[in-house]
């Protein structure tokens, strides 16, 4: 099948193009800048025009539409006035994928959308939904809007909510990077209490379950997640493990963020019952193949800098 | 004040742009078409391209935003996909306002946003959401979206939610104009059971009203509506004895359609109170203008046929 991948260049959509190229497909991908992902036809472009959009659309001929395009600089995404950029560019990229006949678009979410103030694992169909900053409210505005946009033309939609996502390329600043380069370089990794619970899930592992998601018939919103509950000082304990087991964590080191919620995991029956999707790794695997990646990454850094 | 209005061509709109217009304030109207607007100054152009949307705030340099258009074609807004391109137009416009240093912004909402399975009075802070029709949705997930975004950059933001709106230039095949239509023409107005409860208000009524809105304080939601239950037999009683107390309301000769809410009316404390906008007159004395509006327009209509 012809597929359009939007982000098919980003840290998951890439892992879901690859995905979708090993399953047999012909896989587009847009970048805006040139670039090359192994098995992708590229179109460059930039989503925010409407002429890129059409462009991609014209020449993809998608059967099935991936967007998971949007704004996620690290430590400024959460309330940035570029949501606003990619909640429109989302709402026109469907219209226009409408138009042209794709017959189903999947589109990444958030599981910042849920009512996160109770500890209750997050189930599609049944936790409240109340998002607390203007990402999450961009996401879930946009997918009400397509939502029942697809509900009055027969369109097939799902939307895939994404939990905490960590693995090559995340930007060195976030939470597993931040302490796996801080332990390889020999630094204490400084950290919050640790007392949070999440529900984290490797980056390639989302990827597939994204391409799952894409290339099955399952509708609505569906949690991409390990669905395993995970403290945060079980996590960073996992990663000094993954490490040589070397090394200093310094909890409490951090403030935690106020109004952090304490728990935030996933109920995962719809990925692996309706989906089908079981990961091929365990987070155990998947967290030491990503200290791997981060020691050849500060080996190359430590070279740059030298 | 120099305000900027979009739909201030439009059904509601011009009143609004008048009664600003009459308050003193330099009041700009976009059109698709060149056009006038007593004591306006037009600017020509389409607000779904975002270079309209440019050109008209670099030349209106607005303090205030009134933002009244979106698509209403009568019978095919509930569920048009045009509901989309209006949601992105909005959303970019307040974007792009916001970079120019607008100070408050008043969008246009809907009754439609409510649940409206329960007889309450609608509240704006207490009545819970949830619109059913892609129109509302668009235009509830829109306010969310741009709610959450004036509130992380300090802007004023208000969202006049209108009920059920009649006067001079209605779409012809409406409610209120159909039946003053049929009875004036000496035909029987067919109408449904007309057990409905709604809350009309009068279109100049409501242009004031928004008018009042930009130039007020108040922020979040607002009910623009009389805040009077009225029957739909009622109405048409009214809209009989308008019309010099003779003809034939046939009630029940239209179906009603399915699934319609039994009675749609608005708290209007807000209005009243935090905006302190009262009409001038009564809906009786408002039916009884938009008779003499709709006889000269048969008239009129008889004259071009002949």
Redesign the interface.
């Known amino acids: 099948m012809r597929i359009l991948v939007t982000g098919g260049t980003g840290f998951v959509g890439k892992w879901a193009a690859l995905a979708l190229v090993s399953a047999g497909h012909e896989v587009f991908v847009i970048s805006r800048t040139p670039t090359t992902v192994p098995g992708c036809q590229v179109i460059v472009g930039d989503l925010l025009k409407s002429e890129t959009i059409d462009a991609a659309l014209a020449r993809a001929r998608p059967e099935i539409l991936l967007h998971m395009a949007w704004y996620v600089e690290h430590g400024k995404f959460w309330?940035a006035?570029e949501?606003?950029?990619w909640?429109?560019a989302t709402?026109?990229l469907?219209?226009a994928a409408?138009k042209i006949g794709v017959r189903r678009i999947v589109c990444a979410g958030t599981c910042m959308e849920y009512d996160l103030s109770s500890r209750d694992l997050c189930v599609e169909t049944t936790t409240a939904i109340r998002p607390v900053?203007?990402y999450a409210?961009?996401k879930?505005?946009?997918r009400?809007?397509v939502e029942?946009?697809v509900a009055?033309?027969g369109l097939e939609f799902a939307w895939g909510r994404m939990f905490f996502v960590f693995g090559p390329n995340e930007h060195p600043s976030r939470l597993v990077s931040s302490i796996a380069v801080s332990l390889l370089a020999g630094r204490p990794a400084l950290i919050s209490s640790g007392t949070q619970i999440r529900d984290f899930i490797d980056v390639h592992d989302a990827g597939e379950a994204f391409a799952a998601l894409a290339l099955s018939k399952v509708t609505g919103a569906v949690n991409i997640a390990s669905g395993r509950a995970l403290r945060i000082r079980e996590l960073a304990e996992e990663i000094r493990a993954a490490a040589g087991g070397i090394g200093e964590l310094r909890f409490g080191a951090l403030p935690d963020r106020p109004n952090e919620p304490a728990c935030i995991v996933a109920d995962i029956r719809r990925l692996q019952d309706e989906v089908g999707y079981r990961p091929r790794k365990t987070i155990k695997e998947r967290l030491s193949e990503t200290l791997e990646w981060w020691r050849a990454w500060s080996i190359y850094e430590s070279q740059l800098r030298a």
Do not use: G, P
């Open positions: 309330n006035a949501n606003l950029d909640a429109t709402i026109r469907v219209r409408q900053t203007l409210v961009s879930d505005s946009t009400r809007i029942e946009f009055s033309c």
